[in-house]
């Protein structure tokens, strides 16, 4: 059975493969029902070497519709209560910004990983929620919320903004004695794409933070936007800026396609045993 510690061995970098229990995930090629594709999908993503599998149910890409915490409750359960089912020992990250939706998939299912892209500001209660329930916790940074993200771009400096964000609750969660936290510096979220490739190049400054980096850019905008493409058509240039996040200090990469991103991997763990 994995536990929290894998997290802290980054000797390799970990891939997080993304399962949207959604009907309005922003990539139509990850939208499944909770039935045998899921399983498929789950399947396919274990053998081609995923470390963590990352479930939502409740859609955060630019201008989601809006759901209430029982309905993500009911998509997280359904399709967990199938895939744990037949998968039982996988490594369970909840993408969810609600401490009542952490604690409910926690308490139910023994969930390891709360994936907050809310990084705390969607509910006031989640970090006293992660210290008390004692799960490894991703700490995202963004503005507003799914809604209205998109507007909230304005700047006087992103890379020291975010960086400090990140920082002051880092530094919070330790005091409340949450051991576990991965920092997330939430490309696409309240950034624009010039925005998001500045934060790449300077990712290697957040290794200050000693914490894991988790990068997350699978398919989004800050990549479709400079190829003139659509998500689906951005796998190849998904594995350009996940290679550049890996060369630049990311520890774990979220994605849609495992296998290119554990290809991306083996490459440049290659490259770096001749660049020490």
Do not use: C, W
């Amino acid at each position: 059975m994995h536990n929290n510690q894998l997290l802290f061995d980054t000797e390799i970098p970990l891939v997080m493969g993304i399962i949207n229990l959604t009907p309005d995930s922003f990539y139509y090629g990850n939208r499944f029902a909770a039935d045998e594709k899921l399983l498929a999908k789950i399947e396919n993503m274990l053998d081609n070497g995923a470390d963590i599998i990352d479930f939502g149910g409740y859609s955060t890409r630019p201008g989601a519709e809006f759901i209430n915490s029982d309905e993500e409750i009911e998509r997280l359960t359904a399709g967990l209560e199938i895939v744990l089912k037949k998968f039982p020992d996988i490594l369970v990250s909840i993408d969810t910004f609600r401490a009542d939706v952490a604690e409910n998939m926690v308490k139910k299912f023994g969930v390891k990983i709360i994936n907050d892209i809310g990084g705390g500001t969607l509910d006031s209660k989640m970090f006293d929620t992660i210290a008390k329930l004692k799960v490894a916790y991703i700490l995202m940074h963004t503005r507003g919320n799914p809604q209205n993200m998109k507007f909230l771009t304005d700047y006087q400096n992103v890379t020291t903004e975010v960086f400090d964000f990140l920082q002051k609750n880092i530094a919070q969660l330790r005091n409340l004695g949450v051991e576990n936290i991965i920092a997330d510096l939430g490309f696409g979220f309240a950034k624009n794409t010039e925005q998001n490739y500045e934060l790449l190049a300077n990712l290697p400054l957040f290794k200050e933070l000693n914490v894991p980096l988790l990068v997350g850019v699978s398919r989004k905008s800050m990549i479709s936007n400079i190829l003139k493409t659509e998500p689906a058509d951005s796998l190849n240039g998904t594995t350009v800026v996940n290679t550049i996040a890996l060369i630049n200090g990311a520890n774990i990469l979220r994605v849609h396609d495992v296998k290119e991103a554990r290809q991306a991997i083996a490459i440049y763990l290659r490259y770096k045993n001749y660049n020490n």
